[in-house]
């Protein structure tokens, strides 16, 4: 359907230069959606595939051990848009206290997000409401530490941003002056809570993330931000128990395309097109969630009764497995300490896990080494590299950009 420009544009002058930037009109669209038949069967797919992940949470034993695993792997694929190259292991390691094979300031923003995310989930099951404040504590949780930390962590920006460019002027989008932003933020916000009318919950988080992407209210982590709106809303309206979505895979393979649509919908009202889109992210990647999940849950069962088999060794080499289950990577002291045995009984154990080829050696050190449940993470792991093709992608701008324009914009 073609509508017009979904937004108005308002002229502004900083540091005596006019440009325009970008207002969005409040949701939902008008007109109403085209609901094609096939936009609602990309839609009836998603759900279809999005309750068959949720489903892994009673189907298959163990299944609160994956979140360990695909909390950070969200996390990694996440901060990998914004320009970080942390791996799973590296931020495994770093969370061991280990050094990771990276710049420690690119683990700790990964390390971050993990935290935010946590904090807006227990926020939730508190009973808080999911709102524009609780955005705010999110936000404040990712850019308390490390390269954002100077840019009003749990603070809606107070001056002008803009994406691509060196200044508004020749800049790729503007968002709304930072005047208009507690506006932008309320209506969004009435509409999460489905006012001035219901809006169905999946629908709602396609909506809801790109009109948070044009407001753009953060002077940095607006795009991490954006995405954990997107996983904390599903768990609020009901549609996923626990984390276990990893969507960021599928915007970090299509992200120029990510892009694309974004601006069409500001530009040209083709919300259709974004919502086929969205839809799509959400179908490939719960149906790629379930898959590994249950790959991973055969892995450890075939893994447990090879272990089984050795005897009366099998009861502790057992209980360390049980750990790199929920932490596959891990160091003899920290196994020690979680299983309650003793160094010498750890130490043993991993000797057999070795042996038996469950476990590897990662560090190469006579002392204080490091342990992989290799397989498992190599599942794990699966998608979330970083291309040398996605290191050269540089249309849009990350957030080190973003921050960049803002201090050329005071």
């Not at 920006?157 to 932008?184: D, F, K, L």
């Not at 919908?265 to 969205?278: C, M, P």
């Not at 249950?294 to 005897?311: F, H, P, S, Y």
Request: contains cysteine.
């Amino acid at each position: 359907m073609n509508r017009a420009p979904q937004g108005r544009y308002l002229t502004v002058s900083t540091a005596g230069e006019a440009f325009s930037a970008f207002i969005p009109t409040p949701l939902p669209p008008q007109p109403p959606i085209d609901w094609t038949p096939a936009l609602r069967k990309r839609f009836d797919d998603a759900l279809l595939a999005l309750g068959r992940l949720d489903a892994v949470t009673d189907l298959l034993p163990n299944a609160n051990l994956l979140l360990y695993g695909f909390v950070r792997k969200e996390a990694v694929l996440s901060s990998m848009i914004e320009g970080t190259q942390s791996s799973l292991a590296d931020l495994m390691l770093h969370e061991l206290g280990e050094a990771p094979g990276v710049p420690l300031a690119d683990v700790r923003e990964v390390s971050q997000c993990v935290a935010a995310l946590d904090h807006g989930l227990a926020r939730l099951r508190e009973g808080f409401p999911l709102s524009m404040r609780l955005l705010r504590e999110v936000h404040g949780v990712l850019l308390s530490h490390g390269r954002g930390a100077q840019h009003t962590p749990g603070e809606f920006r107070r001056s002008q941003v803009w994406i691509g460019g060196t200044r508004p002027g020749n800049a790729m989008y503007v968002p709304p002056p930072a005047n208009e932003v507690p506006e932008c933020l309320s209506l969004l916000e009435r509409f999460l809570h489905d006012d001035p009318q219901p809006t169905a919950p999946l629908v709602k988080a396609a909506l809801a993330h790109l009109q948070f992407e044009t407001i753009h209210p953060f002077l940095d982590g607006n795009g991490r931000v954006g995405r954990l709106l997107i996983t904390l809303q599903l768990c609020a309206d009901g549609l996923l128990r626990e984390p276990l979505l990893y969507l960021s895979l599928h915007f970090k393979t299509h992200r120029r395309r990510y892009y694309e649509l974004l601006n069409a919908v500001r530009d040209n009202g083709d919300w259709e097109t974004w919502l086929d889109f969205f839809a799509e992210a959400v179908q490939v990647s719960a149906t790629q969630a379930t898959t590994t999940a249950r790959r991973l849950v055969d892995l450890c069962t075939a893994d447990r009764a090879r272990i089984q088999g050795l005897g009366r060794a099998a009861t502790s080499a057992l209980a360390v497995f049980d750990v790199l289950q929920h932490r596959p990577i891990a160091t003899a002291a920290s196994l020690s300490a979680t299983t309650g045995l003793t160094a010498a009984t750890v130490n043993k154990a991993l000797a057999h896990l070795d042996t038996l080829g469950v476990v590897t050696e990662r560090s190469g050190r006579r002392r204080d080494r490091v342990f992989g449940y290799a397989r498992y993470v190599e599942i794990l792991n699966e998608g979330a590299a970083l291309t040398p093709a996605m290191l050269r992608l540089s249309t849009h701008t990350s957030h080190r950009e973003s921050a960049s324009a803002h201090r050329s914009a005071r």
